[in-house]
């Protein structure tokens, strides 16, 4: 079992930049993918990243526009989300994720979550 802990949301202008971090703990394999996603009030969860495990491969929502990194380090067992030239719009509770698909962007494809860290955005 994966267990995960989101933190370093917090409120920040328009074109601020926050690193989230995602600490990892519990029985992990190699063929793990972490994600990252969103949802705004009244929205369905959507997704922001993935990186597998290893860190070798990473996979992006369009939206991103390479506004956003997902990395990740192992030997501190966290996963982080480095989010660039903020938008009012990028407002939600972001939620780290663990699955073993990299390449997907369902929600469903991910067995465990974390508590969730709000990003606010002001104009």
């Known amino acids: 079992q994966v267990h995960l802990v989101d933190s370093g949301g917090g409120l920040v202008q328009a074109g601020g930049s926050l690193r989230l971090s995602c600490a990892v703990s519990?029985?992990?394999?190699?063929?793990?993918?972490m994600g990252w996603f969103r949802q705004a009030p009244g929205k369905e969860r959507e997704f922001v990243a993935t990186i597998s495990w290893t860190g070798d491969t990473t996979y992006y929502a369009d939206y991103v526009e390479g506004r956003f990194t997902i990395s990740s380090d192992n030997a501190k067992n966290t996963v982080y989300l480095q989010m660039n030239s903020l938008k009012p719009e990028d407002t939600a509770v972001y939620y780290c994720?663990?699955?073993?698909?990299?390449?997907?962007?369902?929600?469903?494809?991910?067995?465990?979550w974390g508590q969730g860290t709000q990003v606010t955005v002001s104009s």
């Open positions: 519990g029985r992990t394999r190699r063929n793990y993918a």
């Open positions: 994720a663990a699955g073993e698909v990299v390449v997907t962007d369902r929600p469903a494809d991910f067995f465990s």
